[in-house]
């Protein structure tokens, strides 16, 4: 669908998959106005296909857009693209259990010209790919590296948007995770570098017993879809759930007496993750003994369990296809 000054939205196109011909003066090259989605479609019990929460992605999908100063799709349409491609390719979509097709809305500058301004001309687009279960032979817990020197967003910056710069500049700093042996990199406040904020590509939640505290969003993190229904679903099964603050002292001094018996991260792609181990240029230390803890595996069934169609869905999540 495209978007141009003075017209709005227009030319709604289903099209086979194939490349795009680029301007080397487009201006999303050069500016980088680009925000995306991430959502799943996943095959339920009696063959139907669902999305899951896909009003969330649209409503995430229209503030990302304000915040880069791009044009804001209607829910409704977002929702109604997203339902074209699903509808394309529901053969696609796996037959059941973990698998699901994985769909990637998507709008950037297709104004040509070099001069910083808003663009007056975009394209929002849906590709889709299918994605097995995150986890080949079981859940296992993930390595974080606390990433000290560099931070994803600050205060005022675009980090509650899910805008393409946000992941560039996340680059060195997940290479740096790697380097020191980790799966992935956890990020600190930009001020102090002393409060968590979130994963890579997933938001955190840390379990003391049947407390489950989560970072709460100040604007530099992303406001995840997978976090938002947690708080809920963690809820409706009896756990004292808040938004708050924790600091790398306090996860680190949790785990060395106890009372901080789970860390896991959640976001789309991997559902639930449990977080074994931490390390940074302070100290290096472990959650509990380091293996997937029973609220974690508890939140990470009862949602997929919804998702998968398994569990009624009390909150109205899932939009049927047929
Ligand atoms: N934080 C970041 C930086 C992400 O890229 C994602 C993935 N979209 C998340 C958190 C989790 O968000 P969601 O649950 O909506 O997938």
């Not at 472990?286 to 997929?304: I, Q, S, W, Y």
Request: with cysteine.
């Amino acid at each position: 669908i495209r978007w141009t000054e003075g017209r709005g939205w227009h030319d709604a196109q289903l099209v086979p998959y194939a490349p795009l011909s680029i301007d080397p003066a487009n201006m999303t090259l050069h500016y980088a106005q680009t925000i995306f989605e991430g959502l799943k479609a996943y095959r339920q019990p009696d063959g139907t296909v669902a999305t899951f929460r896909p009003e969330a992605n649209a409503k995430r999908f229209q503030d990302s857009a304000r915040r880069l100063a791009m044009p804001e799709l209607p829910v409704e349409t977002f929702i109604e693209a997203v339902d074209a491609i699903v509808g394309q390719d529901k053969a696609w979509v796996p037959s059941a259990g973990e698998q699901s097709l994985y769909l990637r809305p998507f709008m950037f500058a297709t104004e040509v010209g070099l001069g910083v301004k808003p663009a007056n001309e975009y394209l929002f687009m849906v590709i889709a790919s299918p994605a097995g279960a995150y986890f080949a032979g079981g859940v296992k817990p993930v390595s974080v590296w606390l990433s000290e020197e560099y931070v994803r967003a600050a205060p005022g910056g675009t980090g509650a948007a899910k805008a393409g710069g946000n992941y560039a500049a996340s680059l060195v700093a997940q290479a740096q995770a790697i380097e020191h042996g980790c799966d992935q990199v956890v990020w600190l406040d930009a001020i102090e570098r002393s409060w968590i904020e979130e994963m890579g590509g997933m938001n955190l939640y840390f379990v003391s017993g049947n407390k489950i505290l989560t970072p709460a969003l100040t604007g530099s993190l992303l406001p995840g879809i997978t976090r938002d229904s947690l708080l809920k679903i963690a809820a409706d099964l009896g756990y004292d759930v808040n938004e708050g603050r924790i600091s790398v002292e306090d996860w680190k001094r949790g785990c060395a007496d106890g009372t901080i018996t789970e860390v896991f991260a959640c976001g789309t792609a991997a559902v639930i993750t449990p977080v074994g181990s931490v390390k940074s240029t302070r100290a290096d230390w472990t959650v509990a003994d380091g293996n997937p803890g029973k609220v974690t595996m508890k939140l990470r069934e009862a949602l997929l369990s919804i998702q998968t169609g398994t569990a009624p869905d009390p909150h109205g999540w899932m939009h049927q296809l047929g």
